[in-house]
């Protein structure tokens, strides 16, 4: 039990990312548990858990998130207060002997995070694993809206250093203030840090314009039950083989497996590029580094596949990941009326549904340092790799979660998919292959694009049949037609893709109005209001509105002959619109 009182207490709002993150566990109560972040730390110096305890309790008293509740002001705003005084349950888990403890130590932590924390609760549940009596390991779960990925390297060394105290006979150690939640909230309203966010919101408009409406365009399937399955492959062979590559290469060791992912999702698309949310730590500043607090935001980022070679990838994702990186710290306020305006700027929906993480492997064992393996110990590598089945969940938001993860003094590759996207054996086989080809890309200088394509034919489909791509959209025309149909009072409706050797291809839309009100601005925002959310549809590119319906309703140039009025009806080039009220949830 740690029991406290008199530390540093007070009530503030919540950083940026902190209030994307309450709002989303606002929205998926009450089935947010899985949002919850597992913890274990290795305390196999103490004797006994009383001395864990100690060193814990050093570190709530440092780190004001570890001890903050969140809630709502009396205007409906969101706040988190820090507590002075309160209690921390600490239980005890005896593991047996003979098995393997850091993954009992790992099971425990999942435990204390089956269910959603409470209002009333400190954001902290945590147990001394114990073989014999004797301390293994701390399990934690920690609210996502206090922590991050990033924060647990922190919480680790400050519980290392604080129990080092206490085995030296410091029974109540202390560490060194540091920075706190309330101070990143000020330092957000800073007007240099709202320009920065001014700045990111531009980024985001452009790489939203570029992004296409239908990341899977292959035939749709029946999905499984439950929808959503995840797989992990813990991988030495993906660890050594980054280091190796980005070594040679001089790019960090992370944008290996983002390429890899990035040239497989492509391929798979059959896309010229790859589209998908990074997930940034914002920890650019030193002061940031040594916050506990949630700083991670997802920011839009393409890989394009201009090159002939994996390497070439590998250095086109390092420069794309930099770049969306700094662009990583801005208001989540401002991005919901933001998709919405370029939704109706583009008139399609945007395919956000992929997001990439590859949380702390900069700074794990093994991705920086080591020995430089030859080419065949390279390729020997994945038979020590292991495969299983992690996780099912009935209802997410996301089409694929892919993760990069330190795991138990290796690494974790980890795929989280819905399945009415890819089967359970195209998940799988994704995972394999992005190990394949990070070790035959470090294997091998020469390692090509089109070599990768030959690597992972049964993960490579047609797309389906009766879909279009025009420009980065994927489109049923009949589906164009219906959708024209719909929105419009019109009685006579033609939609046509028309496609010249020196621009992109358009959708045209010509159609008959009962009204002389018409135009084609009035016609696309009807179809824009009639979009919903499907995917595999778009508004026209440009309407044409005639007097008449020609005899052959499929001759385009006949249309034209009867045309009164045209225009592309879309709306002039958004910017970041203001802010809108995300309090009712």
Same mark, same amino acid.
């Given at each position: 039990m740690i029991e406290f009182s008199g530390w540093p207490a007070g009530t503030s709002g919540l950083t940026w990312s902190q209030s994307a993150m309450w709002d989303l566990i606002g929205w998926r109560a009450p089935h947010d548990a899985y949002l919850n972040i597992p913890a274990t730390i290795d305390v196999t110096a103490a004797s006994d858990p009383a001395q864990v305890v100690a060193a814990l309790t050093a570190v709530l008293r440092r780190h004001d998130a570890l001890r903050t509740r969140y809630g709502f002001d009396a205007d409906g705003e969101a706040t988190q207060t820090v507590a002075g005084q309160g209690r921390l349950v600490v239980t005890v888990d005896e593991a047996d002997a003979g098995q393997d403890t850091a993954a009992t130590a790992m099971t425990v932590a999942l435990d204390l995070g089956r269910l959603p924390f409470t209002a009333s609760e400190l954001p902290v549940r945590a147990s001394v694993v114990t073989v014999a009596g004797r301390p293994r390991f701390l399990a934690m779960s920690i609210y996502h809206v206090s922590v991050d990925l990033w924060c647990l390297d922190v919480i680790e060394r400050d519980v290392q250093q604080s129990l080092a105290a206490v085995l030296d006979g410091v029974p109540a150690p202390t560490l060194p203030p540091a920075p706190a939640p309330a101070e990143q909230v000020e330092h957000e309203r800073a007007t240099v840090t709202r320009n920065r966010s001014e700045r990111a919101l531009r980024y985001w408009a452009r790489e939203?314009?570029?992004?296409?409406?239908?990341? =899977?365009?292959?035939? &749709?399937?029946?999905? %499984? !039950?439950?929808? +959503?399955?995840?797989?992990?492959?813990?991988?030495?062979?993906?660890?050594? $083989?980054? /280091?190796?590559?980005? &070594?040679?290469?001089?790019?960090?060791?992370?944008?290996?497996?983002?390429?890899? =992912?990035?040239?497989?999702?492509?391929?798979?698309?059959?896309?010229?590029?790859? #589209?998908?949310?990074?997930?940034?730590?914002?920890? *650019?500043?030193?002061?940031?580094?040594?916050?506990?607090?949630?700083? !991670?935001?997802?920011?839009?980022? /393409?890989?394009?596949?201009?090159?002939?070679? =994996? $390497?070439?990838?590998?250095?086109?994702?390092?420069?794309?990941?930099?770049?969306? +990186?700094? #662009?990583? *710290?801005?208001?989540? &306020?401002?991005?919901?009326?933001?998709?919405?305006?370029?939704?109706?700027?583009?008139? /399609?929906?945007? %395919?956000?549904?992929?997001?990439?993480?590859?949380? &702390?492997?900069?700074?794990?064992?093994?991705?920086?340092?080591?020995?430089?393996?030859?080419?065949?110990?390279?390729? /020997?590598?994945?038979?020590?790799?292991? =495969?299983?089945?992690?996780?099912? *969940?009935?209802?997410?938001?996301?089409?694929?979660?892919?993760?990069?993860?330190?795991?138990?003094?290796?690494?974790?590759?980890?795929?989280?998919? %819905?399945?009415?996207?890819?089967?359970?054996? %195209?998940i799988r086989a994704m995972l394999l292959t992005i190990e394949q080809i990070v070790v035959e890309g470090a294997a091998d200088d020469a390692l090509g694009i089109g070599d990768i394509r030959r690597m992972c034919p049964g993960l490579l489909r047609t797309p389906d049949p009766g879909l279009v791509r025009v420009g980065p959209a994927w489109i049923d025309v009949p589906a164009v037609r219906e959708l024209v149909r719909t929105a419009l009072p019109a009685p006579d409706v033609a939609v046509f893709v028309r496609r010249r050797p020196d621009a992109d291809a358009t959708v045209e839309a010509y159609l008959v109005a009962e009204h002389e009100g018409m135009t084609p601005e009035r016609a696309h925002e009807a179809c824009v209001a009639a979009l919903g959310r499907e995917r595999r549809v778009a508004t026209p590119d440009r309407y044409v509105v005639c007097a008449a319906a020609p005899d052959d309703r499929t001759d385009r140039e006949g249309w034209l002959r009867l045309a009164v009025r045209s225009g592309s009806g879309r709306p002039a080039t958004v910017v970041a619109p203001d802010p809108v009220d995300t309090r009712a949830r």
């Amino acid at each position: 039990m740690i029991e406290f009182s008199g530390w540093p207490a007070g009530t503030s709002g919540l950083t940026w990312s902190q209030s994307a993150m309450w709002d989303l566990i606002g929205w998926r109560a009450p089935h947010d548990a899985y949002l919850n972040i597992p913890a274990t730390i290795d305390v196999t110096a103490a004797s006994d858990p009383a001395q864990v305890v100690a060193a814990l309790t050093a570190v709530l008293r440092r780190h004001d998130a570890l001890r903050t509740r969140y809630g709502f002001d009396a205007d409906g705003e969101a706040t988190q207060t820090v507590a002075g005084q309160g209690r921390l349950v600490v239980t005890v888990d005896e593991a047996d002997a003979g098995q393997d403890t850091a993954a009992t130590a790992m099971t425990v932590a999942l435990d204390l995070g089956r269910l959603p924390f409470t209002a009333s609760e400190l954001p902290v549940r945590a147990s001394v694993v114990t073989v014999a009596g004797r301390p293994r390991f701390l399990a934690m779960s920690i609210y996502h809206v206090s922590v991050d990925l990033w924060c647990l390297d922190v919480i680790e060394r400050d519980v290392q250093q604080s129990l080092a105290a206490v085995l030296d006979g410091v029974p109540a150690p202390t560490l060194p203030p540091a920075p706190a939640p309330a101070e990143q909230v000020e330092h957000e309203r800073a007007t240099v840090t709202r320009n920065r966010s001014e700045r990111a919101l531009r980024y985001w408009a452009r790489e939203l314009r570029a992004l296409p409406n239908e990341q =899977f365009p292959a035939p &749709r399937r029946r999905p %499984d !039950t439950p929808r +959503y399955r995840e797989a992990a492959l813990r991988s030495e062979a993906v660890t050594v $083989a980054s /280091r190796v590559l980005a &070594r040679r290469l001089r790019v960090g060791p992370p944008a290996v497996p983002l390429a890899a =992912f990035a040239v497989l999702r492509a391929l798979m698309a059959d896309s010229p590029s790859c #589209h998908f949310n990074v997930l940034t730590a914002n920890r *650019h500043a030193p002061r940031s580094r040594e916050l506990v607090c949630d700083l !991670t935001q997802p920011v839009p980022m /393409r890989v394009e596949l201009c090159g002939e070679s =994996f $390497a070439d990838a590998v250095v086109r994702t390092a420069r794309a990941s930099l770049n969306a +990186y700094r #662009h990583g *710290h801005y208001d989540p &306020r401002r991005v919901p009326a933001l998709v919405d305006a370029i939704r109706a700027e583009c008139g /399609r929906n945007l %395919d956000l549904g992929c997001t990439v993480n590859t949380a &702390r492997i900069d700074t794990a064992a093994g991705w920086r340092a080591g020995p430089t393996p030859t080419p065949q110990q390279i390729r /020997r590598l994945p038979a020590a790799s292991t =495969f299983w089945w992690r996780g099912t *969940h009935d209802d997410l938001d996301l089409a694929l979660l892919f993760q990069v993860m330190p795991w138990q003094d290796g690494t974790l590759l980890s795929l989280w998919a %819905d399945t009415e996207r890819l089967s359970t054996s %195209d998940i799988r086989a994704m995972l394999l292959t992005i190990e394949q080809i990070v070790v035959e890309g470090a294997a091998d200088d020469a390692l090509g694009i089109g070599d990768i394509r030959r690597m992972c034919p049964g993960l490579l489909r047609t797309p389906d049949p009766g879909l279009v791509r025009v420009g980065p959209a994927w489109i049923d025309v009949p589906a164009v037609r219906e959708l024209v149909r719909t929105a419009l009072p019109a009685p006579d409706v033609a939609v046509f893709v028309r496609r010249r050797p020196d621009a992109d291809a358009t959708v045209e839309a010509y159609l008959v109005a009962e009204h002389e009100g018409m135009t084609p601005e009035r016609a696309h925002e009807a179809c824009v209001a009639a979009l919903g959310r499907e995917r595999r549809v778009a508004t026209p590119d440009r309407y044409v509105v005639c007097a008449a319906a020609p005899d052959d309703r499929t001759d385009r140039e006949g249309w034209l002959r009867l045309a009164v009025r045209s225009g592309s009806g879309r709306p002039a080039t958004v910017v970041a619109p203001d802010p809108v009220d995300t309090r009712a949830r």
